[in-house]
């Protein structure tokens, strides 16, 4: 069966009524018939229907054994790095989400866990940073947002040989088109509030895991810390998910055929997409996934940031908002918004330029989509024209 099959009828009907849509089962408790007798629900925050229905789909796209959700991709996050104690260290990839940089380096480092970023794109260099402390590794691929690749199979076999835990944040790829589970990692986390959800309307987060066991203490600590996510928010995401494939396959031919306008542009100076054969990890890209994504990165040919934002602010149909993942388009500029928080150096040195502009590509015509860029681009143009003949 392929994969769009599977995934709409891995969503059951529901067995009581035969409703088609997954009911959403908003209460907060269940009616015991004798104390500790009950149809598998005792509290809500332990477990509810509708969310274990949810769980049972992402951990069936990701081909992995236990699906948990959570109250955000970052309550997902937190529950991995609860899997470690005090002195343990992690290697995370070193343009890692902003987010997940926050959690780790000002939460957690205070309880005695070091993090090391690394450039996971080249997985030979783990080798020289792993040592007998570190449990887990992190990666994101693609990363944002310069978008990355890192070799899944290689990394999960450097892991396993150091007895090291390999997640896999696999928000910008969904499980549509990378299944980092069958390629060896150990679990998977999801910013559920991107593409599974796919519609811009909610905030959360899955973790899966290939392992039932390693499902388990997943499961204790969302039941343990409770940032769990509510039935309608599962309800959400499971009706985002019935038309995952369908969305993601259009975002990938949107986003490469925007991808080669830009590489083309004389405006433009280089492109981040990992589906043009100028990216450095396509080969890569092309073996362990089944497509390169809706997020497409460029800078200008003259990098300054004042010319990147007054282009975010010109667009029509890409509005100026942070996220993706999306139906309608986004645009932003990293350094300026989701990147403003690092020091100009460091964001230098990790490959984000002054000029760097993200884009969500969403479902419109991409034709519309070209041209809506075409115009800012050329009204930056046009601009600069007029400036030199005022000078
Ligand atoms: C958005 C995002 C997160 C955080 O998820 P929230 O749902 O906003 O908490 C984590 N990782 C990646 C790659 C993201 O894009």
Redesign the pocket.
């Known amino acids: 069966m392929k994969a769009t099959t599977k995934a709409l009828h891995s969503i059951p009907v529901d067995p009581l009524t035969g409703a088609i849509s997954v009911p959403i089962y908003q209460t907060s408790t269940f009616v015991q018939e004798a104390p500790g007798q009950h149809k598998g629900f005792d509290y809500a925050r332990t477990n509810n229907p509708t969310r274990q229905t949810l769980e049972e789909i992402v951990a069936q796209l990701e081909n992995g054994s236990t699906g948990i959700a959570f109250g ?4 997902a ?1 937190d529950a991995v790095l609860k899997l470690l104690k005090s002195g343990d260290e992690i290697i995370a990839v070193d343009d890692i ?1 902003g ?2 940089f926050r959690l780790f380096t000002h939460v957690y480092e205070k309880f005695g866990i070091k993090v090391k970023y690394v450039d996971t794109s080249n997985a030979e260099k783990l080798f020289d940073e792993i040592t007998p402390q570190t449990r887990l590794i992190w990666i ?1 691929t693609p990363t ?1 947002p310069t978008l990355k690749i890192s070799d899944i199979k290689t990394i999960a076999s450097i892991a396993h040989a150091s007895n090291c835990l390999l997640c896999v ?1 696999n ?2 790829a969904s499980p549509a088109l990378q299944q980092p589970l069958s390629l060896g990692a150990d679990l998977v986390v999801h ?4 593409y599974l959800g796919g519609h811009s309307d909610l ?3 899955v973790v899966v895991t290939r392992e039932p066991e390693l499902g388990a203490k997943i499961k204790f600590l969302q039941n343990a810390s409770g940032a769990i996510l509510s039935p309608f928010d599962s309800w959400l995401v499971i009706r985002g998910i019935e038309t995952l494939h369908l969305r993601v396959k259009q975002h990938c031919i949107n986003a490469l055929e925007i991808a080669r306008f830009l590489e083309s542009h004389p405006a433009v100076r280089t492109v981040y997409y990992p589906g043009l054969a100028s990216h450095p990890n396509h080969a890569i890209a092309a073996v362990q996934s089944q497509g390169y994504g809706g997020v497409v990165s460029f800078t200008l040919c003259r990098d300054e940031a004042k010319l990147a934002a007054q282009l975010v602010s010109s667009t029509r149909l890409f509005k100026l908002a942070e ?2 993942g999306g139906v309608k388009s986004l645009i932003c500029h990293p350094p300026s918004m989701t990147h403003a928080s690092i020091p100009v150096e460091k964001r230098r040195s990790s490959g984000v330029a002054d000029s760097l502009i993200r884009l969500s590509v969403g479902l419109e015509d991409y034709q519309d989509l070209i041209d809506d860029l075409g115009e800012a681009l050329g009204l930056l143009a046009q601009e600069r024209f007029e400036l030199k003949k005022t000078a």
């Open positions: 955000s991709g970052l309550a996050i989400y987010g997940a994101e944002n944040d928000t910008f910013s559920a509030t991107k905030i959360a987060g996220s993706l």
